[in-house]
């Protein structure tokens, strides 16, 4: 029997389609235990359904995200393939696609063009800002129990864009409903129709007030990160205010859930693992590889996708040229090949590395900015509340493809 037929037999009997999406509901409950099996038994599992090749070993992921050949542009792949008939409806109302689903030069041009307030430097001048945003958010909380995600996870990256952008402080209210109805179809590729018109909506107003306000500031760009992207040029070339906008709008849908869902899920596997709370109670130094392990044990975004622009060969199972291949980032971070008891949460872990940022030319640029965000946001709310535990309201998954959080997480506190 080929290689390809004995991956076929294979692919058979194992979970298909929807099943390896959050919108079920055993995988949004616990991804890992089926990416285990699959890594285990198909690592390269061919995914029929809906026409993707899913891969789970930290190796082949880390080799896929680096290949500078594969595409990531939905219209390149094959018909019929996930890239093509599923991930294309992400696109933007004219089709075109964002810095995430660029290619090269496009991409390349762009991401210089944006790149410099996101990089290390710059984001840790904003630390102080974000700080002071933890702690009036915190400020806001006046019940002993409540929903984390809705009264601190959630608001705080929210707020930081917003601040960041130089949002008017009397629109962040306004500014937050937009953007959590943007996140709504911002990467799902099965909105239901109430989603789809509430998200459009909202998108088209964030639009007109960005343009407002790119308008409004004329030859006085300011010094926020909307001046910067106003002001940013390489080579004498120039941001267009099409393309801010579009950039202001993927830093609010990628920035605002995948920080939002990091922050729960870090705090989640802290309550979980109360030994691992009390190490980092007794030593907030460990809070850099505190979110570091958070990220490999519980991504926030579970999964990418690139597209070969040529016949490849991932652990003996053939795929074939603009075929769809998801790579999950998920089971890569829980690989036993690479990291040692994958499945525990060890804040003292020596190596962190992990794919949760993705990499290549598409590794997160908002990377150091979810980071000091998460660090701050856990830091402020471990010293404000001396005792914090689990609810008994419990908590829920969300169930936006390609992302891991939650839309309600009850913690409960003794002030």
């Not at 074939?320 to 040692?340: H, I, M, Q, T």
């Amino acid at each position: 029997m080929s290689d390809a037929m004995d991956h076929e037999k294979k692919d058979d009997e194992l979970p298909q389609g929807l099943q390896l999406m959050p919108m079920d509901e055993q995988f949004r409950n616990d991804p890992y235990a089926i990416l285990k099996g699959l890594r285990e038994r198909a690592p390269v599992h061919h995914d029929q359904q809906l026409g993707r090749y899913v891969c789970t070993r930290h190796d082949d992921v880390r080799e896929v995200l680096r290949d500078k050949g594969f595409f990531t542009d939905p219209r390149k792949a094959n018909p019929g393939s996930f890239s093509r008939e599923v991930l294309i409806h992400t696109l933007g109302a004219d089709g075109e696609p964002s810095m995430l689903f660029m290619d090269e030069p496009e991409h390349r041009r762009i991401r210089g063009l944006v790149s410099a307030p996101f990089k290390r430097p710059a984001v840790e001048k904003w630390r102080p800002h974000i700080r002071g945003i933890v702690r009036r958010v915190l400020d806001a909380i006046e019940r002993p129990e409540f929903d984390l995600i809705g009264a601190f996870a959630g608001p705080v990256p929210t707020v930081v864009i917003a601040q960041m952008l130089g949002i008017d402080p009397d629109r962040h209210d306004q500014f937050k409903r937009w953007s959590d109805l943007v996140v709504q179809i911002g990467f799902n590729p099965f909105p239901s129709p109430a989603q789809k018109s509430a998200g459009d909506e909202a998108t088209e107003a964030l639009h007109g007030l960005f343009m407002a306000e790119i308008q409004a500031r004329g030859d006085q760009p300011g010094d926020d990160l909307l001046g910067a992207l106003i002001r940013s040029e390489a080579s004498g070339d120039k941001l267009s205010s099409q393309e801010i906008v579009l950039q202001c709008l993927l830093l609010l849908v990628a920035g605002n859930v995948t920080t939002t869902d990091l922050i729960g899920n870090a705090v989640k596997a802290l309550l979980d693992h109360p030994r691992e709370l009390a190490k980092l109670r007794d030593n907030p130094a460990l809070i850099e590889n505190t979110v570091e392990e958070a990220l490999r044990y519980d991504s926030p975004v579970i999964s990418s996708g690139r597209i070969p622009d040529r016949d490849i060969e991932l652990s003996g199972c053939p795929i074939p040229k603009r075929e769809s291949v998801n790579v999950s980032l998920a089971g890569a971070n829980r690989d036993p090949a690479v990291y040692p008891n994958p499945d525990s949460f060890d804040i003292s872990r020596e190596d962190t590395h992990h794919q949760a940022f993705g990499g290549g030319r598409h590794l997160c640029l908002g990377a150091h900015l979810a980071r000091v965000e998460a660090q701050e946001a856990i830091l402020a709310l471990l010293d404000r509340y001396p005792v914090l535990r689990h609810s008994a309201k419990g908590f829920v998954y969300h169930s936006i493809p390609s992302f891991r959080g939650m839309s309600e997480f009850w913690v409960a506190t003794t002030r």
